[in-house]
C-alpha cells in the first residue's frame, strides 16, 4: 500500500479522549489529529517521540489529519490505523503474499454471517468451498513477542465464536493477525489483559479454526504485510 503524497513526520505530544492526539511540527505548530485506534495502544507510543501522520486534503473535515505511525518506547514502528488492517490484507491475498489463502476465485468483503449478526472481514470462494477470515490488527508487544487484544475486547471474543461454529460445521475460518509493529517476532494472545479472549481463542483452534499472522514492512511511503510469523 503505497502512499501519495507520503506521510508526514511530526512528535507526539500525548493521546487523549481516545480519538484525539496532538502532535509537534518540526516547525514548532502544535496541533491536534485523529487517532484511528480504539484500542488502548499500550507499548505503542512515548511522549515526544517521531511519529507520522496522513492528510486528507479536506479543510472542512474537523481533524484534516490521521495519526499513522508511532514509535515505540524500544524505538519500533507501529502502525496504529487500524482501518488500514483489512487493506493490508486484502492487498496481500491477492497479490499472493498470503500463500495459505490462494486458489480462490471471488474475495467479498464485509459480508454477514453466523449467529450472533456478524460481518466477517472477508468471505473467499471457488471450487474448494468457501473461507471466511476474519482479520485483528497486533500492535502490542513485550520485546518480541505480540499480543491481541490491547485490551478486553468482547467484540473479538464474538467473532472467535463465529469462527468456531463455521469450523465446527466443516466450512474453513481464519482469523488472520496483521502485524504492525517492526518488533514483532511471534503472536499469542494477551491472556492477562484479556481471559475471556484467550480461553475462547483455545477453544477455537481445537474446534479447527486456522490462525495465521503476517507482519508489515512499516514506512512513511508505504505499508505492506511482507511475511509470515509463528502463532504460539
Not at 479454526?209 to 509470515?228: D, H, N
Amino acid at each position: 500500500m503505497k502512499f501519495i503524497p507520503q506521510f508526514q513526520q511530526a512528535s507526539l505530544l500525548r493521546r487523549y479522549k481516545r480519538f484525539l492526539a496532538d502532535v509537534e511540527s518540526p516547525e514548532g505548530e502544535v496541533f491536534t489529529i485523529h487517532c484511528p485506534n480504539t484500542g488502548s495502544m499500550k507499548s505503542c507510543w512515548v511522549e515526544g517521540a517521531a511519529c507520522w501522520y496522513s492528510d486528507s486534503g479536506n479543510p472542512k473535515r474537523k481533524y484534516r489529519h490521521t495519526l499513522e505511525i508511532t514509535t515505540t518506547p524500544e524505538g519500533a514502528l507501529a502502525g496504529v490505523n487500524t482501518g488500514r488492517a483489512n487493506a493490508l490484507v486484502e492487498e496481500a491475498i491477492l497479490s499472493g503474499v498470503i500463500s495459505e489463502l490462494q486458489g480462490y476465485e471471488s474475495l467479498r468483503r464485509e459480508v454477514r454471517y453466523g449467529d450472533e449478526n456478524s460481518r466477517i472481514d472477508f468471505l473467499l470462494s471457488g471450487d474448494q468451498g468457501d473461507c471466511y477470515v476474519e482479520v485483528k490488527n497486533v500492535t502490542l508487544a513485550d520485546g518480541a513477542r505480540g499480543y491481541f487484544p490491547d485490551a478486553v475486547s468482547a467484540r473479538g471474543a464474538k467473532h472467535l465464536r463465529e469462527l468456531q461454529k463455521l469450523a465446527e460445521s466443516g466450512v474453513r475460518a481464519v482469523l488472520l493477525y496483521c502485524v504492525q509493529h517492526s518488533a514483532i517476532e511471534t503472536v499469542e494472545a494477551a491472556r492477562e489483559i484479556d481471559p475471556t479472549y484467550a480461553d475462547a481463542l483455545d477453544s477455537a483452534v481445537s474446534a479447527g479454526v486456522q490462525v495465521l499472522a503476517y507482519k508489515a514492512q512499516i514506512g512513511a511511503e508505504e505499508i505492506a504485510l511482507v511475511q509470515p510469523l509463528p502463532f504460539r
